[in-house]
């Protein structure tokens, strides 16, 4: 079995549902420091998180992932148990597979290879268990510590699975903002034989909906798709037939380009409910910035490492959902997501191939070697 293997196996029979961390980081962190790594143990609130540093001079990169998984579902529907890691056919099985904890094997072999003699920079792992949950206590914390620490990083690679259908046939050097809504439209709660005396929210809140579904945000750019607007959730009624609710409430979701700004969005959405005459209550909760790394050093070694392990030209992307790189490229730091296939995230069954674990150990060596020797 090859070490990228051995320790994605060690990783997965770890059952850390976010925000535990089961003892993840503890094994990184032996092996990082036995080969030179100086380890921080980091605890906000409930959170694990994990600094772990090579070297003390610039340019600074940084691996970045979590340890932490999304619930299993129902086990019984598993080909295997989802803790214990299990080969079948060339795969990988068990949750966390693919995300994370394979990209986390492969960054630490990586390192583990890398002849450091010749090493013009500092390497790092910044590794959180606070991802797949509520990113409180997690990656935005220990930027946070680092800034205060005066610690700056030059180049990020989050191990996101970016992968589709090949090994890093994509990769990710940006992504979409995200802004959340909760719409609570106030009416009068009555009896469907008496509208006259109540006042149906429902009613109130189609036509805006329909308005809000048919606007164009933007037109998205070369970079971006346009901005999107998705209506997660509608919630009314007392779950009788006959009664008029008093209020209805909606939840909504906008993925923005970088074309708009959430306080756009938000003066749009406030401009359009003032102009009809219900009573309304507005609440936001903004989880994430974009962000852009253009075509650099970063994302030209990527690039050329894929190249030359895989034999093709990658994809740049700023698709899908949002990832702790929101917190790292703030900082000014050059951000991209290079991972396995996602098509397994969060589902049953989730897996990894294990050939492609080494080849993505080897992808991730190339990229350090490209801009650290």
Known sequence: MSTSLNLAIELINRPSITPQDHGCQAIIAKRLECIGFTIKHLRFGNVDNLWARLGDTDPLFVFAGHTDVVPTGAAHLWKFPPFTATQSDGFLYGRGAADMKGSIAAMVTACERLSRSHLKGSIAFLITSDEEGSAVDGTIKVIQYLKEQGEQIDWCLVGEPSSTTQLCDVVKNGRRGSLNGKLVIQGIQGHVAYPHLADNPIHHVIPVLQNLCQTEWDQGNVFFPPTSFQITNINAGTGTENVIPGDVTVLFNFRYSTEVTQIQ???????????????YQMTWRHSGVPFLTPEGRLV????????????????????????????????????????????????????????????????????LEKLLH
């Open 265 to 279: 969005l938000q003066e749009h959405i406030t401009a359009l409910l003032d102009s009809y005459p219900f009573k």
């Open 300 to 367: 030209t070694a990527t690039q050329q490492a894929i190249s030359e392990v895989c034999g093709y030209h990658t994809k740049l992307s700023t698709a899908g959902g949002t990832s702790d790189g929101r917190f790292i490229a703030p900082t000014g730091a050059e951000v991209i997501e290079v991972g396995p296939n996602n098509s397994t995230i969060h589902k049953i069954n989730e897996c990894v191939n294990i050939e492609e674990l080494d080849r993505l150990s080897i992808i991730y060596q190339r990229i």
